[in-house]
């Protein structure tokens, strides 16, 4: 599976505005016709954009002004570097752009999914969306409807007629009640972003995603971020059992992709957040395999939980 965009963009794309710039599409089209013509024949299935709902999921964060300001400040030098007026790129958009960003990144990925089509028709061909496993913990529910309508919502409409699954990525749940979002107990365990590791997460999630879009589902990321393994271990087998859980009920399950093998790069926090089911010496790049990809491994060969 390959990914044609995973949020980095050329200079000189960024230098015309980014994805605020309604000629965006069209120069992603033509790439994505030109990736697809050439590399085409060794890819087995393609995901135009990585997760386009990203801005829209931290808008729902409700972020510090501080934070807020960082980024503005961010956009706007590296907009005078590059002599436009402003600019946005996926992972990083001023509120103010938040709609016009997805009017443009909806129709890249239309454009850019008839591009590889039209290349490569046999392909399956999807987008990814980052998901939390929304729950109400009362009989309102406004809260986590208004979420699932502004961080989904318009992604779900445009998948449907223009693409051939959907990717979900998921490593949390949100709760919210009549008053908004609910904070994690203080007993649960947590990780390194501060997130509840809660691994009936991923079954709710592909439930919601199958039932709101219809289309079958490829879990192209899942994991946990955190330094310990045990952890991370003792979360993939309840996780898979709720995912395959929710294959028995209906649900069209294609895939399932761990994030990641590698402890990677990750983006504003660079090596410091760990991912890895394989830890990476950054001086010597030696690679150590962790416990937990053990157990990943293990459910693979015996193809069941």
Known sequence: MVTFNHWAAPRWFAGRGGWLNPNAPDRFARYCEYASRYLGEDIDSAVTLNEPNMMQMLDSFNFPS??????????????ASLGTP???????????????VQAVLIAAHRMGYAAIKNICPAMPVGV??????????????????????????????????????LGVQNYER?????????????????????AEIYPASLGGAVRYAHAACGLPIIVTEHGVCTDDDAR?????????????AA?????????????????????????AKHYGLVSVDRTTF????????????????????
């Open 86 to 100: 402003r600019l946005a790129v996926a992972n990083a958009v001023n509120k103010e752009d938040l709609e016009a």
């Open 247 to 271: 294959i028995q009920d209906g649900v069209p399950v294609r895939g399932y992709f761990h994030w990641s093998l590698l402890d990677n790069f990750e983006w504003i926090f660079g090596y």
């Open 174 to 194: 949100a709760v919210y009640d009549q008053a908004g979002p609910v904070p994690p107990g203080k007993d649960v365990p947590l990780s390194a972003m501060g």
């Open 128 to 165: 990814t969306l980052t998901m939390t496993d929304d729950q109400s913990a009362s009989t309102d529910h406004t809260h986590r409807d208004a979420k699932r309508a502004k961080v989904y919502g318009a992604w779900l409409d445009a998948a449907k007629g223009h693409a051939d699954f």
């Open 232 to 244: 991370r271990a003792a979360m993939i087998a309840p996780s898979l059992a709720g995912l395959h």
């Open 66 to 79: 501080p934070v807020l300001d960082a980024r503005r400040a961010m956009l706007a030098a590296a907009a």
């Open 286 to 305: 030696k690679r150590t395999i962790k416990p937990s990809a053990t157990v990943l491994s293990g459910i693979a060969k015996r193809n069941a939980v």
